[in-house]
């Protein structure tokens, strides 16, 4: 499986390159970054998934700031309320940094 993944890659990098010349020192570090995948991938086969025992939500994304996290969070824990929720936050709106 990984190395037929390898093989994608390479021959789509070859693609590429045919269409779209790149700068020779990138070829350098091509190998490095197969190194690093395959790195990757045997870590990640070690480890193995944990699915948590209670039902867990989590609330937000990449962007900050604007998208309606935390009425949502509040809208959500008074529908869970007979559930009893656990809540855990980063700090809506924290002025100080020591804490984080």
Not at 77 to 82: D, H, P, R, S, W
Request: aromatic share 8%; with cysteine.
């Amino acid at each position: 499986m990984l190395l037929l993944k390898i093989k994608i890659q390479l021959r789509l990098f070859v693609e590429c390159q045919m269409k779209n010349p790149t700068p020779v020192w990138i070829f350098l570090f091509y190998p490095f970054m197969l190194i690093y995948q395959l790195m990757l991938s045997v870590i990640g086969m070690k480890n193995k998934m944990t699915v948590p025992k209670t039902l867990t939500i989590c609330i937000g994304n990449i962007t900050t700031g604007g998208n309606g996290k935390t009425p949502f969070l509040i809208h959500l824990a008074q529908e869970l309320n007979t559930a009893h929720p656990i809540i855990l936050s980063k700090g809506y709106q924290r002025k100080d940094q020591k804490d984080q």
